[in-house]
């Protein structure tokens, strides 16, 4: 009887164990492929790892590709050259259509207003103003406009990027200049019968910058034979006998070098005279040139016959 009880202990213990050992493998087994077993785990960290190095290896492309471009050509640098450009050196500029002038450095590259050059001497002449008063009035008014417009035919865009008349704002962005009209509206009315309608009688100062450079880098402010025009406005009271009048000029600068309001466009008095009038001066451009493109190929800049050449 006893020995019977051990063996039924027995079977029991081991279907025990049996059921035991299935509970486990079961759980294990799960463990393992189920759901979120082991080997899905696994392999999402392999799939995760694999992502953050693609990544990783992106960013590093990022960062490779701006330090490139911060230290290859596609950053803009100036030769050398240029930068040792100082004012008052001579400068053979080819303008392109209207060919080869010799030209003075007045802003050098390291100047608020980047590197600009002016023309040694007159490159043209050029008539403003009318004899009838409405015109001359209009010549007057858009006179600044005018005279920087007739500059950009010595833009060659190889090398510069914009042009003016000597005396208007040499205020650049991006190589551009920024008011090549001064800023101006309307200065004197179309209509009068007394001084009253005339709208402005001030003058602007914006040629004394260009005239105190010229000064500094001791450009030649005269041109032996003919006066040149300055881009300002200017205004003067006059009288003759009883009469009180108001000239309005264009400024210039005349052959001793001394700056000139003669050229009265157009002209009003108390007593309602109107008259307008035409001056005929010399043009002398500044030019804006593309400092990180060009660079010097040729001269010493000390002369007319040594100028600097400039190549690309």
């Not at 608020?112 to 015109?135: F, H, K």
Request: charged share 20%.
């Amino acid at each position: 009887m006893e020995r019977k009880s051990e063996k039924a202990i027995t079977l029991i213990s081991l279907v025990i164990t049996i059921i035991i050992m299935l509970i486990l493998a079961s759980v294990t087994i799960n463990l393992t492929i189920g759901k979120d077993g082991i080997l899905k785990i696994a392999k999402q960290a392999a799939k995760n790892y694999t992502n953050a190095e693609e990544k990783e290896l992106v960013d590093l492309n990022n960062i490779t590709n701006i330090v490139d471009k911060a230290v290859n050509d596609e950053t803009p640098t100036i030769d050398e050259s240029v930068l040792v450009l100082k004012v008052g050196d001579y400068i053979k500029y080819d303008s392109g259509a209207n060919g080869v002038i010799t030209c003075r450095v007045l802003y050098p590259t390291s100047s608020e207003y980047g590197l600009q050059i002016i023309s040694d001497r007159n490159v043209r002449n050029l008539a403003l103003g009318s004899s009838t008063y409405s015109e001359a009035v209009n010549a007057y008014n858009n006179a600044i406009e005018t005279l920087n417009n007739e500059t950009e035919a010595y833009i060659n865009t190889d090398y510069a990027y914009d042009a003016r008349c000597v005396g208007s704002i040499p205020t650049v962005e991006n190589g551009m200049f920024t008011k090549k009209d001064n800023g101006a509206t309307t200065y004197v009315t179309l209509n009068f019968t007394n001084v009253r309608y005339i709208n402005s009688l001030d003058e602007d100062t914006n040629y004394e910058t260009d005239i105190a450079q010229m000064r500094t880098a001791d450009v030649n402010l005269c041109t032996t034979g003919q006066d040149y025009w300055i881009a300002s406005h200017m205004a003067s009271p006059y009288t003759y006998g009883n009469t009180l009048g108001y000239a309005f000029s264009v400024g210039c600068v005349n052959e001793s070098g001394v700056v000139d309001n003669k050229a009265g466009l157009c002209g009003v008095d108390s007593v309602g005279a109107a008259n307008g009038y035409t001056y005929e001066f010399g043009l002398r451009p500044c030019i804006s040139l593309k400092a990180y493109t060009i660079k010097i190929t040729g001269g010493d800049g000390k002369s007319v016959d040594t100028a600097y050449v400039i190549g690309k």
